[in-house]
């Protein structure tokens, strides 16, 4: 089974720098003009479920590709962003002023038990999103789904797939509107594409 992971295209909030964790912020036009950009990019791969966040960016993305592929969107709350707590809305000078203990440590490499300041830790992230993957994995008439969601969902999420520690996901990345695939083939999964953007070339 291959799995197709998308990252929501931009909101009004990325473009501002602001971290949006659990706000229900809509695509901006440039969010909408990705959207039909990824529903491209993938309405050639053989794709039976499309799966969204139940936040209006991620579903917003995942509409176009369901629309392209004769599909529906089915929203699942695995799929929901890190809830961030205190520091939905803040820019990053905000929250370094506002937490600098947590940030100095979070940057330099979050321990994925610590919650965000009111918020979730990553470990609870990763668990809930590889507890539906593994619930994907079980249904034999799914070969590819497209699961459409947000940046720490997809960094927790490739981390266990990889056995990354949560603590080194700084050293990836997933672009808005990016997506990434896991193959899953036995008990072998394979990373056969990280943070893929080509498809954006014209927007």
């Known amino acids: 089974m291959k799995i197709f992971l998308v990252r929501h295209c931009e909101t009004d909030s990325n473009r501002d720098g602001r971290v949006q964790g659990r706000s229900d912020a809509p695509l901006n036009q440039h969010g909408l003009a990705q959207a039909a950009c990824v529903a491209q990019a993938l309405a050639g791969e053989s794709i039976q479920a499309v799966y969204s966040s139940p936040l209006q960016r991620a579903a917003q993305t995942a509409e176009p590709i369901a629309a392209l592929l004769g599909l529906e969107v089915r929203q699942e709350p695995a799929l929901i962003e890190i809830d961030v707590g205190d ?44 507890g539906f993957v593994q619930a994907l994995r079980e249904r034999e008439e799914l070969d590819g789904v497209v699961c459409v969601t947000h940046y720490f969902v997809l960094l927790a999420l490739i981390a266990r797939a990889v056995q990354l520690p949560l603590s080194n996901i700084s050293r990836m990345r997933q672009s808005l509107a990016s997506f990434s695939v896991l193959e899953f083939r036995n008990q072998r999964i394979q990373v056969s594409k990280l943070n893929e953007t080509c498809h954006l070339i014209t927007v």
């Open 87 to 130: 520091m939905d809305g803040l820019t990053g000078a905000e929250m370094r002023e506002r937490f600098p203990d947590f940030m100095t440590a979070w940057l330099a490499g979050p321990d994925g038990s610590v919650p965000l300041p009111g918020g979730e830790s990553l470990n609870d992230v990763q668990s809930r999103v590889w």
